[in-house]
């Protein structure tokens, strides 16, 4: 860890589940009739909605126009509560991660990364992933389960609580993107993403414009009709290869939507244009993927779709049997891409003294509390 990286753990007794439901959940007008069903008048739900999605307020006691006996009511059966953070660490370059921990003591992670006037949030949308893909950490990570509503936005309000980013209070605006990109396939969890982006798109809230939210999918292709359609957020293919072999090993749903379907279904995303253009992740591994021929060949599978690509340079785990490809055979990649007219930027490595890529604050975490516990087992054995 380097000196200029900040890290804190945090208790457990943080996330002790509650019996009271989170309000995070609700779409307006599940809202109204939440309010409604407790004996509210409709008006409350819009002076909630208010307090909740514009000043950040977690007390109903600081509500202050909704009255007392309607905060005691409500404060009764509900609450706004964030995650629990099991572990904050900021990076020296300004990334910030958090690990958060849930009500059934899950973990799952959310990334900060400032960059000039802009500032991203990396949210996950599942704890672990089927997906398995072979350059990805959290790809060796079991599916332990989809994240709900109120965890999906409680990242997004957590973050927001961080940098007094609330749309009645703040100065300036500090979260400005958000990616659907940390663990998890969001596509794969599709009515619980919906919503949440739903209730963060909302103008009377946060106020995220479609524009500036983007959904990073390994290809889920039936359903990537359905996000055009039904949200209209950027989208972010995790392409990665360019030969249905080399995607069947790295990307593994490529077995069931291989890539002449995935690359139909993006060709027909409703909206695309030079100005709205699809986003293609590239990992660039040393040897595998990223010689002169693949990157002639990326050019060639996505002709005549408005595309942007993005160069990851491969961030390696422990564990991984991949190495990231040097400067020079990722400067010509890039140079190809390119020239044959797309703007091809190359992911500047973040917060890598915080282990940034996807998957690995829960990882070091879970190693962390994997050998915490080894060393109690030890001594328990040394006693008996
Ligand atoms: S890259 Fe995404 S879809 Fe693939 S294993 Fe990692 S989290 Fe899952």
């Known amino acids: ?20 439901r989170s309000l995070l959940n609700f779409e307006p007008n599940a809202l109204e009739s939440e309010v409604i069903a407790i004996g509210l008048p409709r008006f409350r739900a819009c002076q ?3 307090w909740i999605w514009r000043h950040g307020v ?34 020296s370059d300004g990334t910030i991660k958090w690990l958060i921990r849930l009500g059934d003591g899950q973990e799952a992670e959310t990334v900060y990364i400032p960059d000039n006037n802009r500032g991203t949030l990396c949210i996950s949308s599942q704890i672990g992933c089927t997906l398995t893909c072979s350059f ?3 790809g060796t990570q079991r599916l332990v389960r989809n994240l709900t509503v109120d965890e999906i936005c409680g990242q997004i309000l957590l973050a927001m609580d961080e940098l007094g980013d609330w749309p009645a209070t703040r100065l300036g605006r500090r979260l400005t993107n958000i990616v659907l990109m940390g663990m998890g396939e969001p596509l794969y969890n599709y ?9 963060i798109m909302s103008n009377e809230g946060v106020g995220v414009s479609k524009r500036r939210i983007t959904l990073s999918t390994s290809g889920v292709v039936p359903e990537i009709a359905r996000c055009g359609d039904e949200l209209g957020v950027n989208l972010a293919i995790s392409l990665h290869a360019v ?96 020239k044959a007219g797309y703007a091809s930027p190359v992911r ?7 282990l940034a890529a996807c998957g690995q604050l829960k990882s070091d975490s879970v ?17 008996s």
């Open 48 to 50: 909630l909605w208010r």
């Open 191 to 199: 009515e619980s993403v919906a919503s949440a982006m739903r209730i």
């Open 243 to 338: 030969n249905d072999d080399l995607r069947d090993k790295l990307v593994p749903i490529n077995r069931k939507y291989n890539l002449k379907t995935l690359v139909d279904a993006v060709r027909a995303y409703p909206g695309l244009s030079n100005a709205r253009r699809v986003t293609w992740e590239y990992v660039m591994i040393d040897g595998v993927n990223d010689s002169e021929a693949d990157a002639r060949a990326l050019v060639h599978l996505i002709r005549g779709i408005p595309s942007k690509i993005n160069l990851i340079p491969f961030n390696p785990w422990p564990g991984t049997a991949y190495e990231c490809s040097d400067e020079q055979t990722i400067d010509k990649f890039a140079r190809i891409v390119m």
């Open 1 to 20: 860890m380097s000196l200029s990286s900040e890290s804190v753990e945090y208790s457990e007794a943080e996330s002790a589940p509650s019996a009271r």
């Open 136 to 138: 990805c950490h959290t």
């Open 58 to 91: 977690t007390d109903f006691a600081d509500m202050t126009d909704l009255g007392k006996s309607a905060q005691a009511l409500l404060a009764e059966r509900f609450h706004v509560d964030r995650p629990a953070v099991s572990r904050r660490q900021v990076s």
């Open 367 to 383: 190693r962390l509390r994997a050998s915490k516990l080894e060393a109690v087992q030890d001594a328990a054995a040394s006693q």
């Open 348 to 354: 500047k490595p973040r917060g890598r003294d915080i």
